[in-house]
């Protein structure tokens, strides 16, 4: 099953002319979950990948630079005669701030739910769970996010099931879910669980211990950085991260990537990208519309992919699959 991150906004807490306000799209099989939506989100989504039918949307935080896209895409989703129910998760307050912004979105074709989540509460999925982490930041209720897939069954060893007299053919399937075939058990035959995948968002933060727990050994960190070490100082001050404390951060959860966000205008973010590659050198520092990859841990770690390249991609695609298209049989001319 595919799992990726698109990264909608990549800006902190103003826009630039190249990026975006915070805005996260995770895309597992056929989900598609939003983390935050700042202003301008829709519109970023409608000039890349389009304006999916969302299955639900968590904020991390109050700020506005994390939500005030939330009214304009709600009526958009009810313009578009969405039918399919919607759940805003956040942190205590959600429901208020849902309702104090009605008047902008008006009444909605369909239902929209208001769920509030604690430190450490779950949202079971379907073969994953998504936990709130409590994080560090000057927004009185704040989270991180980790997204955690179940466990995947091992390896069904065929020759030894046909050797217990399991016919190959449906009933492989059935002990590959779980099932007892004619008396064999499917951990006589299959090899020990797979770990899922985890994505760990860690939201608007200063280095928090919670979240280093959280991310251990997570297959990618997006964590945010909102300076470079030089401002260590003001990121004290307003709760953020430094490239280099997020690297730290990276290195000592044993994660396998390590994604930076939330990036000041001031900077373009390769300098970020450099000063965390000191310290944790597998670093990427997405620009909007990138997309990171996360494949299962036995075909390869993360990847990210520009928007660019994706477009080139998409291109040649296009071109070798006009040119595979068979040709008509050319024009005969009569003769007069």
């Not at 950085?225 to 953020?240: C, I, P, S």
């Not at 951060?249 to 000041?264: F, W």
Request: a negative charge; aromatic letters at 6%.
């Amino acid at each position: 099953m595919d799992l990726s991150i698109f990264f909608a906004g990549t800006a902190g807490s103003v826009p630039s002319a190249r990026r975006g306000l915070p805005a996260l799209l995770v895309r597992r099989g056929g989900e598609k979950l939003l983390f935050d939506c700042g202003e301008g989100t829709q519109r970023q989504l409608l000039r890349s990948v389009g304006l999916a039918d969302i299955d639900a949307v968590f904020i991390t935080h109050f700020h506005a630079d994390h939500w005030l896209g939330l009214p304009g895409m709600l009526k958009s989703l009810a313009l578009r005669d969405r039918d399919e129910p919607l759940t805003i998760y956040g942190p205590r307050g959600l429901a208020e701030l849902i309702s104090s912004m009605r008047v902008a979105f008006g009444r909605l074709p369909y239902e929209l739910t208001i769920a509030e989540l604690e430190p450490g509460e779950a949202v079971a999925g379907d073969g994953y769970a998504i936990t709130a982490v409590p994080v560090r930041h000057k927004a009185s209720a704040s989270l991180g996010f980790a997204l955690v897939e179940e466990p995947r069954p091992g390896h069904l060893d065929p020759a030894l099931a046909e050797r217990l007299g399991v016919s190959p053919g449906p009933d492989f399937g059935r002990l590959q879910r779980g099932e007892t075939v004619g008396g064999v058990a499917p951990e006589q035959v299959m090899g020990p669980a797979r770990e899922g995948r985890k994505i760990v968002i860690s939201g608007d933060t200063a280095p928090c211990e919670a979240l280093a727990i959280a991310a251990h050994e997570a297959d990618l960190l997006v964590h945010e950085a909102t300076f470079m070490h030089e401002e260590v100082d003001r990121a004290r001050e307003t709760l953020h991260s430094t490239a280099r404390q997020a690297a730290e951060i990276a290195r000592d959860a044993n994660v396998r990537l390590l994604a930076l966000t939330h990036v000041s205008a001031r900077y373009a973010g390769g300098e970020l990208r450099e000063e965390a590659r000191a310290i944790f050198p597998a670093t990427e520092a997405p620009r909007d519309f990138d997309t990171i990859d996360v494949p299962f841990p036995e075909r390869g770690g993360a990847t990210l992919e520009r928007w660019s390249d994706r477009q080139a991609r998409e291109r040649r695609q296009a071109e070798q699959s006009q040119a595979e298209q068979p040709q008509g049989a050319p024009e005969t001319i009569a003769s007069p």
